[in-house]
């Protein structure tokens, strides 16, 4: 079991709906938690961190946070075409360390 | 702030050559990480700086990667005798010491090697 898992997709969302980005991850001590976007060819962008179980609001941007069940996840309201993108899952480790998921490619149709 | 900035940002070496990145990092981040990222993969951990102290280092590094901050500003990531499998885009990232997002890591625009 690979410590943080993202389904690969690609997830296709209508242009204007809710996209709904989903992350688990194994160690129960992680305690920081962070979206970024990676366009192609580029490297990653940070786009919300989270630290505490709920909801985190940031423009169209929604980041929750459950940590019995060891999930984090990203909403994207109003989806734009520009939001087609990689989005990665990361969990830090105790040492600063990062472990990362595979990534989520978002696609948004026109 | 200035970004991360890496160079150089495309480097295309033959197999058994040596090559070296610099990393500069946003100027009031002490803490300073290198990464690798593969396509179709999420970055993969390297090793980390703070200041210019050397805290961890990946088991998956082998002896021919050696990374040093030696001033605690710039970094610099060397391969030696590259191999074919050293091609993927290595990746800088800094965090700031304290404040608000003190853990946040932001990433430079990454170096692509290539080894042939």
């Known amino acids: 079991q690979k410590e943080v898992e993202q389904n690969s997709g690609p997830l296709s969302v209508p242009e204007g709906a809710i996209a709904s980005l989903n992350c688990t991850y194994s160690?129960?001590?992680?305690?920081?938690f962070f979206w970024y976007r990676q366009y192609s060819g580029k490297s990653p962008e940070l786009i919300m961190s989270?630290?505490s179980n709920g909801d985190k609001e940031d423009g169209r941007f929604t980041a929750q946070l459950n940590k019995a069940s060891q999930y984090v996840s990203l909403l994207i309201r109003d989806s734009q075409p520009s939001d087609s993108a990689t989005y990665l899952c990361?969990?830090?480790?105790?040492?600063?360390?990062?472990?990362w998921g595979a990534g989520t490619k978002l696609i948004i149709k026109p | 702030d200035t970004g991360v900035s890496q160079n150089p940002r495309h480097k295309i070496t033959k197999r058994g050559q040596n090559v070296t990145f610099r990393c500069d990092p946003i100027?009031?981040?002490?803490?300073l990480y290198w990464y690798r990222q593969t396509l179709g993969q999420g970055p993969e951990f390297l090793t980390y700086?703070?200041?210019?102290?050397?805290?961890?280092k990946s088991r998956l590094l082998s002896d021919r990667f050696s990374a040093e901050r030696p001033k605690g500003s710039f970094s610099t990531l060397e391969i030696q005798r590259t191999e074919q499998g050293d091609s993927a885009m290595y990746l800088c990232?800094?965090?700031?010491?304290?404040?608000?997002?003190?853990?946040?890591?932001?990433f430079g625009p990454g170096t692509r090697l290539t080894v042939t």
């Open positions: 990232a800094s965090s700031r010491p304290r404040g608000q997002g003190w853990n946040e890591q932001y």
């Open positions: 100027s009031e981040h002490n803490r």
């Open positions: 700086f703070q200041n210019e102290a050397q805290l961890e």
């Open positions: 160690d129960r001590g992680s305690q920081s």
């Open positions: 989270i630290y």
């Open positions: 990361a969990v830090m480790r105790s040492n600063y360390q990062l472990i």
